[in-house]
């Protein structure tokens, strides 16, 4: 009886310390990057070492990070906006304020947040842009950064730099620090 009690100490530690190991795994990361295997923009290499968890659809995105004990930014690569992740992300997107959302490939938030994702379904189209001038935005490269406040206010804004995690993650770790750090992010009008 008491050899069966040590067993079931020594088993609950090694589950307790696996548990608490997956926890702290997760609490290094420091993105979550929807991409495709075979077409990403941002190098796997460049990935691993600055702890970027990847995935491949937007069901395990949700899943990873809604498993998270913190919150870290999302970054979604153009080339991942397929049927089944666009129709996740156009639901899911507005649902999360103070999260900063990376698109990678398009340094023009206007493109993507009107014409691939469709978040706004065409109601805030700017008044002085053809569909030409729009579809040219897709063209540009680099990232963009979208965010929602607490109060429900929408920010975007591009960023023509070259596609690393590194750059990215500089914009990412200023979002975090809340809405008044967001604004300043923003172009001056």
Not at 14 to 34: E, M, P, R, T, W
Not at 85 to 111: A, C, D, H, R
Request: with cysteine; hydrophobic share 35%.
């Amino acid at each position: 009886m008491k050899n069966t009690y040590c067993i079931l100490i020594i088993l609950l530690t090694v589950i307790l310390q696996g548990c608490s190991s997956l926890s702290a795994f997760n609490d290094s990361k420091k993105a979550i990057y929807l991409t495709v295997k075979e077409n990403s923009i941002l190098k796997p290499q460049d990935l691993e070492e600055n702890e970027v968890i990847v995935v491949n659809s937007f069901k395990e995105l949700e899943e990873k990070f809604n498993s998270l004990s913190k919150t870290i930014p999302v970054l979604i690569d153009k080339n991942a906006l397929n049927k089944t992740n666009t129709e996740g992300l156009n639901n899911w997107i507005p649902k999360q304020t103070s999260l900063p959302v990376i698109f990678v490939g398009y340094s023009n938030p206007t493109y993507i947040l009107l014409k691939e994702l469709d978040l706004y379904e065409n109601k805030h189209m700017p008044p002085n842009m053809s569909d030409k001038q729009i579809e040219e935005l897709k063209h540009q490269k680099g990232f963009s950064l979208m965010y929602i406040t607490t109060t429900g206010h929408n920010y975007g804004v591009g960023f023509d730099k070259e596609n690393t995690v590194q750059n990215i993650l500089e914009i990412t770790d200023q979002a975090l620090k809340g809405d008044k750090a967001v604004e300043e992010l923003m172009p001056e009008q």
